[in-house]
């Protein structure tokens, strides 16, 4: 009797000694498995390529052209945005607010990408040295700060606003190459003069012309950061409610490795009673993959 209980108190044993083991390997893979992850997709962002051509088609965005005038009324736009290239099809939720100040003399505007859903193709993924072809459940992108000082306002000669932008780092998805976890910062002058008004003032063509400055922090050690010009020209067509614009604008940084990105922007909007409604069709070129297309709904104050 004695020899099978001290049998079954080592057999006992044995299973709680197997028991510990296990859990403790489970432990350990619980919490060394995902660091030994991040360890590897933190090796892998040193291999990004911080221009536009190699992240998403929100990382960089371009100058707007202001049509040479500042807003003398607040704005709150939200948009939706689709973008597509055979290598990545991006969703993504837009918004903006811009509040103007000193009579439309000077304004400050916020926007950012809110919610961003996107799939890329495997080729796609490993040309950006990213990790998932996917987006999570929430990918947000970077908030920017943009300030207008209204230089000049005249009908004889031309109407100019100086604008400077900050893009904070808040962006999500660095491993994914959707948003560079980086500051920059543009200035531009944008200068624009009617080329033909009627005299009931309910339609008119205007030219406007763009010329700046835009600058990124990149991932190189020796290079941390990339200089471009920005530049841009187009024209704009009122009648009544309706007002058409189109520009081919972009920037040309100085180390050629996809920094240089062409946008031929158009949009058709329709304003009624402080209600603007409008569409925008972006046509990429060069290091600009995407066909882009949004609509947006303003509301003005």
Not at 40 to 57: H, Q, V
Not at 267 to 292: A, P, Q, V
């Amino acid at each position: 009797m004695y020899f099978c209980s001290l049998k079954k108190k080592v057999y006992l044993m044995k299973i709680v000694h197997i028991a510990y083991i296990s859990l403790f390997c489970i432990l350990f893979s619980f919490f060394t498995i995902p660091l030994l992850h991040a360890e590897d997709w933190r090796d892998k962002t040193k291999l990004l390529i911080y221009s536009p051509r190699y992240f998403g088609p929100n990382a960089f965005p371009l100058p707007e052209m202001r049509n040479g005038d500042v807003s003398k009324r607040i704005e709150a736009e939200v948009r939706g945005e689709y973008h597509y290239y055979k290598g990545d099809k991006t969703k993504d939720l837009y918004a903006r607010v811009l509040v103007p100040f000193v009579k439309g003399r000077a304004g400050v505007e916020v926007s950012l990408v809110v919610l961003e859903k996107y799939k890329m193709t495997p080729e796609t993924r490993d040309e950006r040295f990213a990790v998932a072809t996917e987006s999570p459940i929430r990918c947000t992108g970077d908030v920017i700060f943009t300030s207008f000082f209204q230089v000049l306002r005249s009908e004889k000669w031309a109407d100019i606003v100086l604008s400077g932008t900050i893009r904070t780092a808040s962006g999500g998805r660095l491993c994914d190459a959707r948003y560079t976890d980086a500051a920059a910062y543009w200035f531009d002058l944008n200068i624009a003069r009617n080329l033909w008004k009627s005299t009931d003032g309910k339609a008119s063509l205007r030219m406007q012309v763009l010329g700046g400055f835009y600058c990124w922090m990149t991932n190189d050690l020796v290079h941390r950061q990339n200089d471009a010009m920005a530049y841009g020209g187009g024209l704009t067509g009122t009648y009544k409610g309706f007002t058409l614009s189109s520009d081919i604008s972009g920037i040309r940084g100085y180390k050629n490795n996809g920094d240089r990105p062409i946008h031929w922007r158009n949009k058709l909007s329709y304003e009624l009673k402080k209600n603007i409604l409008s569409f925008r069709y972006t046509h990429g070129m060069k290091d600009r993959l995407y066909e882009s297309y949004s609509l947006g709904y303003t509301r003005c104050f």
